[in-house]
């Protein structure tokens, strides 16, 4: 998952100065597998059920007492990546994605799963194919999913049934928009659709820039002149702030994707378009109004065949753990299909971990929970081309993320002006001529604008 020619190695703040710091840091010791196994993750549901069960590993393994550090994504992404990046140390296990694995791994901070994976029994073969190959480098394992997942629209079947609405099996956004006009209902709390608004590369840059894509924008050409005035791309930004502001939930430019969730599964909205992942808490009966009542397809398109992206909450043991058995011996216990087992016995199957293991969708149990939503998950995440997502060639893999180092920076940046006009605060106009400003600067700074 290298980027094929990429604006030199100019890197966010926190990155720039770790290169420095890594090339003059020792990396960290194996270590005995005993100790303290420091886990910085992410509060999502199905990463909090880690922690619930995290006493039964504790339990299998008495030498080794485990510990987590739970942040809100945005924060988790901030905290991670400078103490990996100043090589502090302070973790054992780090929760990543599929942006984040290859860029690190080259970077050296990383350390290579590979002879820990060959063990038989953690079956690495039966990890999905797309998301392993997503958390590799140079055909080199640094990462095993937790979930894998792509993004898919949510919908109320009995609020679509209601209205005398159907919802066709690869909706067009243009549908999508006409459904949440009609559907809107702010007197009784219902919301057209939940779109993400908070700020963040990783939060509303996620489902904003599937849809640009689809639309047939873009945010660089193959020689790295930025896009982001183009007008297929201001018509997509436009089109989402436009969406979410007519007929998304109250508060949007703070909404993120923990936000959209609990609307969502509160009764409080009749779409949503997110991460797949989604699913399997609105299909908790205990903690869900609506399992049972959602329905479940493909990520709406304009121009393009297919919309979905691809990204997987990963586990990872930095090179600056001094204690890597142990940590292996954790992030295998949590991507197991032992896991997987384990949370369907304990917390209910639908909250099983879903997009990571082919086994898990042979499991009978898992297969009649999930069965709402299990294949359309698969399907998504079969369909992404990570290669070409949009219409047009790009110089890097990904489709809701650039994968340059600098895009962490980049997209922090864009998506607050994004924000801001999703909040009113300016036009989109005039947010994507800022954006365009500061896309330009990104690719002067590497120094391969107009090659």
């Not at 060959?118 to 480098?137: C, G, I, K, Q, T």
């Not at 894509?213 to 005035?229: I, R, S």
């Not at 216990?333 to 896991?339: G, H, I, L």
């Amino acid at each position: 998952m290298r980027s094929k020619s990429r604006p030199g190695i100019a890197l966010a703040a926190a990155l720039a100065v770790a290169m420095f710091a890594s090339a003059c840091a020792g990396a960290g010791a194996g270590g005995d597998e005993e100790g303290t196994v420091t886990i910085a993750t992410v509060a999502n549901p199905q990463m909090q059920d880690i922690e619930k069960l995290s006493t039964v590993f504790e339990k299998q393994n008495p030498g080794i007492d485990v510990e987590f550090v739970t942040l809100p994504e945005n924060e988790l992404r901030d905290k991670v990546t400078q103490d990996i990046a100043t090589q502090s140390g302070q973790f054992d296990v780090v929760t990543i994605g599929t942006y984040e694995t290859p860029i690190w791994a080259e970077n050296g901070w990383l350390t290579s799963l590979d002879d820990y994976a060959s063990d038989p029994a953690y079956d690495v073969n039966d990890l999905l194919p797309p998301v392993r190959e997503a958390l590799s480098y140079e055909d080199s394992l640094y990462a095993v999913p937790f979930y894998g997942e792509s993004s898919f629209l949510m919908y109320r079947k009995d609020l679509f049934a209601k209205a005398g609405l159907e919802m066709p099996a690869h909706p067009t956004w243009q549908q999508v928009a006409g459904f949440a006009e009609k559907l809107d209902d702010p007197k009784h709390d219902v919301a057209g659709i939940c779109l993400r608004g908070l700020p963040g590369w990783g939060e509303l840059l996620a489902p904003l820039n599937s849809i640009i894509l689809t639309f047939g924008g873009q945010w660089y050409d193959q020689n790295w002149h930025a896009k982001l005035t183009s007008p297929a791309t201001e018509r997509a930004v436009k089109f989402y702030v436009d969406l979410v502001r007519k007929y998304g939930e109250p508060g949007a430019p703070s909404s993120g994707f923990s936000e959209c969730l609990t609307a969502t599964g509160q009764g409080n909205a009749a779409m949503w378009y997110d991460a797949t992942v989604g699913a399997s808490s609105l299909e908790d009966a205990s903690s869900s109004r609506v399992a049972g009542k959602m329905g479940y397809v493909a990520a709406p398109t304009v121009k393009t065949e297919h919309a979905g992206w691809l990204w997987a909450w990963s586990l990872a043991i930095p090179q600056t753990s001094q204690n890597k058995d142990a940590a292996w011996k954790f992030v295998s216990w949590a991507t197991s299909k032992e896991y997987h087992k384990l949370v369907g016995e304990k917390l209910g199957w639908a909250r099983v971990p879903p997009g990571a293991r082919a086994s898990t969708y042979r499991i009978p149990e898992y297969q009649q929970a999930a069965k709402a939503f299990a294949q359309p998950t698969l399907d998504a995440i079969q369909h992404v081309d990570v290669h070409q997502p949009g219409l047009h060639e790009q110089p890097w893999t990904g489709v809701q993320y650039i994968g340059i180092p600098e895009f962490q920076d980049l997209g922090t940046k864009v998506s607050q002006e994004i924000s801001a006009a999703i909040a009113g605060r300016q036009s989109v106009h005039e947010a994507l001529v800022k954006a365009q400003r500061l896309a330009e600067e990104t690719a002067k700074q590497g120094g391969c604008q107009g090659k």
